[in-house]
């Protein structure tokens, strides 16, 4: 079976390697980057960027695979589903049109709101007609959190305490994002713990892999600018410490509806990733987005323990036959750490050589962005390798992962702190505190 793979981060090195596990796969990737994981697992590749459409066709082409496999939002959001089914090749991922949950906050949230489904914080939609009548509403609400409606690669949202404290800050910012995008959304702040959802789903069903706790913020302790994810973990039973089972089955009941609501507003069938950004408050679960793709990096504390052949996941989700597959995952914990460039995110260290000397059996690396010259290994300005360590229990998946970190040499950094003990139980006061 060819495949093609689009994408060059680590999530899609996680997804190259669980797609090999299965026998007989020829994998052929379309990178943006030279990404020495991603390549190692691949029969042929190109180098691209997204946006050129043409050459992914020509590409696609030349390749002829039985199926593409989209990993970034940013191919999606430039329509490339809709380019494959022109092709008549079959493809995970979403068409623009639905991967609107991810491109369009305000699609999302007027979904469920239309369709009565449950979720939705309080939030309004201003546009530059109405943005006035947003003070009031911002007044009405304890504290907001504001929203551009588009991608932003995750800088866009500011959030009242965090990045602003007053609430005509806040009026000011929703007048500045509707400078550069047609609608911003002001919703009210949650308090809760968060966690990530990732469902495979044909359209028809959608099937939860195990939650998985993101860490956002940039510095040990929750400290620093907001990140793409500076590391995850996931549990050996398949929940969290402050999240139980009927949490992940409101969670996945939420994506279920969502998932036919998709298919009632557009007649089309969703088939690829639908990962909900949720959050446990003290009324229930609540969304805060969804991305149309699986998390980065939370597909790598979920996909190297499926048990399940990946390949035949990927047929049944195009053949819209998962309720005739039994998607199995190991019962193993899992923490991942990245390791990031000095400075990052807001200033970070490119160009810079790393050397990963010789990993530990248990450990599993995935490279995001980094550029292989001459056999180099250099930093870019985005996350660079993560480290992933698997066991029976969270504490020693932790240190797995915490021993791997140092045998990667360079001018980059990680949070020590995630998946310890500390952090763990921090999160479970907080949660029990809320829900006093
Ligand atoms: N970890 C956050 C994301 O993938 O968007």
């Known amino acids: ?136 509403f911002i007044d009405d609400l304890r504290q907001c959190v504001i929203k551009p409606d588009g991608l932003t690669g995750g800088k866009g949202v500011k959030v009242q305490g965090d990045h602003f404290k007053t609430k005509k800050e806040a009026f000011a910012y929703c007048n500045e994002v509707l400078q550069t995008h047609p609608f911003v959304i002001i919703e009210e702040k949650l308090e809760g713990e968060e966690f990530s959802l990732q469902c495979l789903t044909d359209g028809k069903i959608v099937v939860a892999t195990p939650p998985v706790q993101d860490h956002k913020r940039a510095f040990v302790g929750d400290k620093g600018p907001n990140t793409g994810g500076m590391g995850s973990y996931s549990c050996e039973n398949h929940l969290l410490p402050f999240l139980a089972k009927k949490d992940v089955e409101e969670g996945s009941k939420i994506t279920q509806k969502v998932a036919e609501a998709l298919h009632k507003e557009t007649g089309q069938y969703y088939k690829g990733i639908m990962y909900a950004g949720f959050i446990k408050t003290k009324n229930g679960i609540k969304l805060l987005e969804y991305n149309a793709r699986f998390g980065d990096p939370e597909a790598m504390n979920v996909l190297p323990l499926m048990e399940t052949d990946f390949v035949d996941v990927c047929n049944a989700i195009i053949n819209q036959e998962l309720h005739k597959l039994k998607i199995k995952f190991q019962n193993k914990a899992t923490v991942c750490k990245y390791l990031v460039p000095n400075g990052y ?38 996350r660079t390798i993560a480290c992933l360590g698997i066991a029976g229990n969270l504490e020693k998946a932790e240190r797995i992962a915490e021993e791997a970190t140092k045998s990667i040499k360079g001018k980059l950094f990680h949070r020590k702190d995630i998946g310890t003990k500390e952090v763990i139980e921090k999160r479970v006061n907080h949660m029990k505190k809320i829900l006093k």
């Open 1 to 136: 079976m060819k495949i093609l793979l689009i994408g060059s981060g680590a999530r899609e090195h996680a997804i190259a390697e669980t797609l090999k596990k299965s026998k007989g796969t020829l994998l052929y990737s379309y990178l943006k980057s030279k990404n020495p994981g991603i390549i190692s697992l691949s029969n042929g590749f190109e180098i691209g960027n997204y946006a050129d459409l043409n050459k992914i066709k020509s590409y696609t082409q030349k390749i002829k695979p039985g199926f593409t496999f989209v990993g970034p939002e940013e191919p999606l959001n430039n329509g490339v589903t809709d380019l494959f089914k022109k092709l008549k090749i079959d493809v995970i991922g979403p068409t623009k049109s639905l991967a609107r949950l991810e491109t369009s906050k305000s699609f999302t949230r007027n979904l469920l709101r239309k369709h009565k489904i449950e979720g939705n914080p309080r939030f309004e939609i201003f546009n530059k007609k109405n943005i006035s009548e947003a003070k009031n």
């Open 345 to 382: 995110p807001n200033n970070p260290a490119k160009n810079e050589k790393i050397i990963v000397e010789k990993i530990p059996e248990n450990v599993k690396i995935y490279y995001a962005s980094i550029e292989q010259r001459d056999n180099v290994l250099y930093t870019t300005n985005s």
